[in-house]
Nanobody, 125 residues
Framework: QVQLVESGGGLVQAGGSLRLSCAAS????????MGWFRQAPGKEREFVAT????????YYTDSAKGRFTISRDNAKNTVYLQMNSLRPEDTAVYYC??????????????????WGQGTQVTVSS
């Protein structure tokens, strides 16, 4: 069992930055690829970024490339999402997720084993 707790969300003006954190507890953190997903009101959950167990591979959705950076600190059992140049369309609840399967990091939420409760990010124009 893995517990995931996100933090760092909030209200920011367009063009601003936020850093989300996701602290994991439970089983060995390095056994999990980690992902960030988001869900805006009235929309389906969508993939944002993912990182491999050792942090050697990262993938991003097109809208996040060049603006967001996913990273992890395995010594602290934490994954981060640094978000720069935020836009109003980035407004959503952001979730981190853990995937313990033996496969590359996945861009699809189905199949992730554990999810956090989410943190709200609101970007004002």
């Amino acid at each position: 069992q893995v517990q995931l707790v996100e933090s760092g969300g909030g209200l920011v003006q367009a063009g601003g930055s936020l850093r989300l954190s996701c602290a994991a507890s439970g089983r060995t953190f390095t056994s999990y690829n980690m992902g960030w997903f988001r869900q805006a009101p009235g929309k389906e959950r969508e993939f944002v970024a993912t990182i491999s167990k050792r942090g050697t591979m990262t993938y991003y959705t097109d809208s996040a490339k060049g603006r967001f950076t996913i990273s992890r600190d395995n010594a602290k059992n934490t994954v981060y999402l640094q978000m720069n140049s935020l836009r109003p369309e980035d407004t959503a609840v952001y979730y981190c997720a853990a995937d313990g399967k033996l496969r590359p990091p996945q861009r699809i939420g189905v199949g992730y084993d554990y999810w956090g409760q989410g943190t709200q990010v609101t970007v004002s124009s």
